[in-house]
C-alpha cells in the first residue's frame, strides 16, 4: 500500500460546539474517523499542517497515514469542510482503509496533447473539459495517483467520452456499468452573443426613443391638417375686400 502523507492526531474526548470552537482557537481541528470495520473515533489534526495539504489535488485521491496516539492508521479524505468566510478548516472526514478490500475514491483526470490536437492546432477549434473527476473501484495497493487522456490526435467536432479513459490493472469505473457520459470535447468557437442585460437596457431604451417621438409625430400630422384651414379663411376674406373698393 503506497502511503503518500502522514497527518498528526490526537483523540478527542469532549464533544459539542463549545468544545470544537475552543479546539478551533487552539489550532486544532476536528475531524472523523470512520469505517474499516471499526467504530468512529473523533479525533483533532492540526490547522497549520491542514492548510499545507488541502491545496495539494494528491492529498483528496491518495492514501494517506494518520498517526492517532502513535499508531498508524491508514486512511482516505472524503470531506473538508472549510469556513465561509475565512481561510479556515472547520471540520475533516477520514475514512479507514483495509488492505485486501476495494475502496472507492474520486481521481482527477488530466489532459495531454491539447496543443497539438489537430482540431485545435490547425482547424482552430477549442477544447471544452466536460469532466475534471471521476469515482473509481480499486484495492489500496492498485491506487493511481490519477487518470490520463491524451487529445493530441482530437479533430473538430470530435468528442472523447468516460469510456476512452485508459485504466490502469485493477481499477474500473462504477458509472461505466449504466452510463458512459462526454469527458471532453473539440469544437468550433461560438460567436459572443449579447449579455441578457444588455439586450434588456436596449429594449428599454428603444421603448422610451418611441415615446419620446410619438407626440412629436402627432403634433406633425396635426399641423399638416390646420393648413388648409388656413388658405380658405385667406381665400374667403380677399373677395370682401373688393366688394369694398367698388
Sequence with gaps: ?????QVGADTRHDQGKGASRRLRRAGKVPAVLYGGHGEPRSITL?????LTLIDNEKFY?????VNVDAQQQPAIVRDVQMHPARNAVVHVDLQRVIENEKL????PIHFKGEAVAPGVKTQGGIVSHLMQDVEVSCLPKDLPEFLELDL?????NESKYL???PLPEGVTIPELAHRNPPVVSVHSPRAAEPEPEAAAAAAVEGAV?????APAAEAAAAGKKEEPKKEEGKKEA?????GGKK
Excluded: Y
Design 209 to 213: 426613443a418611441a415615446a419620446a417621438a
Design 152 to 156: 493530441s490526435s482530437m479533430q473538430l
Design 1 to 5: 500500500m503506497r502511503i503518500t502523507f
Design 61 to 65: 485521491s491518495s492514501i494517506i497515514s
Design 46 to 50: 492540526d490547522h497549520r499542517q491542514l
Design 238 to 242: 380677399a373677395p370682401k375686400k373688393e
Design 163 to 165: 469510456a476512452d479513459v
Design 104 to 107: 472507492k475514491i474520486h481521481l
